[in-house]
């Protein structure tokens, strides 16, 4: 069964940084696609960043490109998001999700879900 752990969120003033993680285990496959997505209360959820962790490739959305990484350590199976320049906007449970293949950015696309990490960003 997969598991997905979040872990490093906290409160952080706008401009500061912090660096989310997700230890993933229980996946068959070598490689698969790993999505961080976030929810703010009243809004609907939002895809952040996704990576496939066979090759690499990486996809960010509009409103964190620039200040957002999302990265891979293969041999502790954990991928990471660091937020750069953070902004009181970016305030959200943010959530790791996973699935055998990167095909999109909506939450259907990832049946795996970790139980989310909150993140507030304070002006």
């Known amino acids: 069964q997969v598991q997905l752990v979040e872990s490093g969120g906290g409160s952080v003033q706008a401009g500061g940084s912090l660096r989310l993680s997700c230890a993933a285990s229980?996946?068959?496959?070598?490689?698969?696609?790993l999505g961080w997505f976030r929810q703010a209360p009243g809004k609907e959820r939002e895809g952040v960043a996704r990576?496939?962790?066979?090759?690499?490739?990486?996809y960010y959305a509009d409103s964190v490109k620039g200040r957002f990484t999302i990265s891979q350590d293969n041999a502790k199976n954990t991928v990471y998001l660091q937020m750069n320049s953070l902004k009181p906007e970016d305030t959200a449970i943010y959530y790791c999700?996973?699935?055998?293949?990167?095909?999109?950015?909506?939450?259907?696309?990832?049946?795996?879900w970790g139980q989310g990490t909150q993140v507030t960003v304070s002006s």
């Open positions: 990576i496939y962790t066979g090759g690499g490739s990486t």
């Open positions: 999700a996973a699935a055998l293949w990167c095909v999109g950015m909506r939450g259907t696309d990832f049946p795996y």
């Open positions: 229980g996946y068959t496959y070598s490689s698969y696609c």
